[in-house]
């Protein structure tokens, strides 16, 4: 059982940095005129932040996302090259 549950971390991981990678390629991707394609992205998330005030204690929530299609691609990779291992 625990080595299901370490692959699935793994592939979390894999994932995630594929996100990360492919974002930052993405950014810049941007200067380079026939790979501005790579740059197109989009970004959902709250758009205002969540605020409970406790008083005592304030907490703010938030989420945003930014995905652009080089993202998806290292994400899409990130996925073949763990299946692969």
């Known amino acids: 059982m625990a080595t299901r549950e370490?692959?699935?971390w793994i592939l979390l991981v894999f994932i995630l940095s594929?996100?990360?990678i492919?974002?930052?390629l993405g950014k810049l991707a941007a200067t380079v005129p026939w790979l501005w394609w790579l740059?197109?992205?989009q970004?959902?998330?709250l758009q205002n932040p969540i605020v409970f005030d406790l008083m005592v204690?304030?907490?703010t929530f938030g989420l945003m996302f930014k995905i652009n299609v080089a993202s998806i691609i290292g994400m899409v990779l990130a996925i073949f090259i763990y299946k692969k291992i």
């Open 18 to 20: 594929g996100l990360v």
């Open 43 to 45: 970004e959902f998330g």
């Open 39 to 41: 740059s197109y992205e």
């Open 22 to 24: 492919g974002g930052l």
């Open 6 to 8: 370490k692959n699935i």
């Open 57 to 59: 204690l304030k907490l």
